[in-house]
């Protein structure tokens, strides 16, 4: 895979999909509010949050760091990203996995092989 510079840190703690699309007028505080009164989270606690628009052709990122919000955005030319399906609003996503989805990869088919327990 080509280096990528401006990418979400492969050991970031806590990563967070939010699954339902959002009005990509928002900006970060709005998006931060949205953390708190929907999600019940701390906008302020330094995990990320992944979020798209209602055609999932744009994603937005938000986190806190230190002293103020950073904001990811990317807007895909043609494709569309391959947003999970879930039962609850909010995924929980690993660094690796939160820049396959930036690729284009779909998250709910890169699955490992199952796990076997065998007694003899």
């Known amino acids: ?34 953390i708190e009164q929907e999600l019940g989270h701390n906008p302020f606690s330094g995990a990320l949050y992944a979020f798209t628009n209602r055609h ?33 609003e909010l995924v929980s996503l690993t660094g690796e996995q939160i820049n396959w989805l930036l690729e284009g990869y779909d998250l709910s088919l890169m699955q490992g092989h199952k796990t076997l327990h065998y007694e003899a």
């Open 56 to 88: 999932r052709n744009k994603i937005k990122c938000v986190m806190w760091e230190d002293n103020g919000f950073v904001l990811y955005y990317k807007g895909l030319a043609e494709e569309k990203f391959k947003w999970p399906k879930a039962s609850e």
């Open 1 to 34: 895979m080509k280096p990528r510079y401006l990418r979400p840190a492969l050991n970031l703690p806590q990563i967070f999909l939010y699954r339902d699309p959002v009005d990509f007028r928002k900006q970060a505080h709005g998006l931060a509010v949205l």
